[in-house]
């Protein structure tokens, strides 16, 4: 599984009160889950005070906050490579637009003319590619989202052993908090679907536009050039 640290610390929070079993961190606001941590954290002074044979308890949350890092990584490495792609397309034009210039001093029509096609094709895979780049933006976003609503579910269950196993500091937990930050946390996921949507619509067509223009190459080389797979 790759990592990413920086979206991944469960970092404790610095308390003023020993007595508190939780840390209220004010953020400006709630559109801010995507890059942050939750707000409503057990302290782990607190959690500390549990078996060890308890703990285990808490492994489904934590299976699950594994989860949501693994497919935001995922996303993550998608987006690297659809950036060498788009440079490697880029590429492809710029030898393109120089072969047409070398084939047409030569007066060889035929290639000048393939040469042209293969820079249009070149141009319609750097549109999709960054359309595509757009769309995955769009679902990292949303798994950034998801992934502080799999910490604030990891924080609800920690808070309830707490609360079960009744240590020092259980008393001042409201179980009702962490439940509502997970539900908060739950519609801002929500909110970039349409997002998301949308960016895949743009891509699609893009995609389209690519097809054809790698069909009119492949129509015009007999087949020699044009497929997506052979670059």
């Not at 637009?97 to 290639?111: I, L, N, S, Y």
Request: charged letters at 35%; aromatic letters at 4%.
């Amino acid at each position: 599984m790759n990592s990413h640290p920086a979206d991944d610390s469960l970092r404790p929070v610095p308390v003023e009160r020993a007595d508190l079993a939780l840390t209220l961190v004010l953020l400006a606001s709630l559109g801010a889950a995507c890059a942050t941590p939750p707000t409503l954290r057990v302290r782990s002074d607190v959690l500390d005070k549990i078996t060890i044979e308890n703990k285990l308890l808490l492994f489904d949350a934590e299976n699950e906050l594994n989860i949501a890092i693994d497919a935001r990584d995922q996303v993550v490495d998608e987006i690297a490579r659809l950036k060498d792609d788009m440079r490697r397309a880029k590429k492809k034009r710029q030898v393109a637009e120089r072969d047409e210039e070398v084939f047409a001093e030569k007066g060889d029509a035929e290639r000048a003319r393939l040469a042209v096609l293969r820079g249009q094709a070149a141009d319609a895979q750097t549109e999709y590619l960054d359309a595509r780049l757009e769309w995955a933006r769009e679902r990292l976003d949303k798994e950034r989202r998801q992934l502080v609503v799999a910490k604030a579910k990891f924080e609800l269950a920690k808070a309830k052993l707490v609360k079960k196993n009744n240590v020092p500091g259980a008393s001042s937990i409201d179980l009702a908090d962490f439940e509502e930050q997970v539900a908060d946390y739950a519609e801002d996921v929500g909110d970039s679907e349409a997002d998301i949507q949308e960016a895949e619509a743009v891509m699609k067509e893009a995609e389209a536009q690519w097809v054809a223009a790698n069909g009119a190459l492949r129509d015009a080389s007999g087949g020699a050039l044009g497929s997506r797979w052979l670059d």
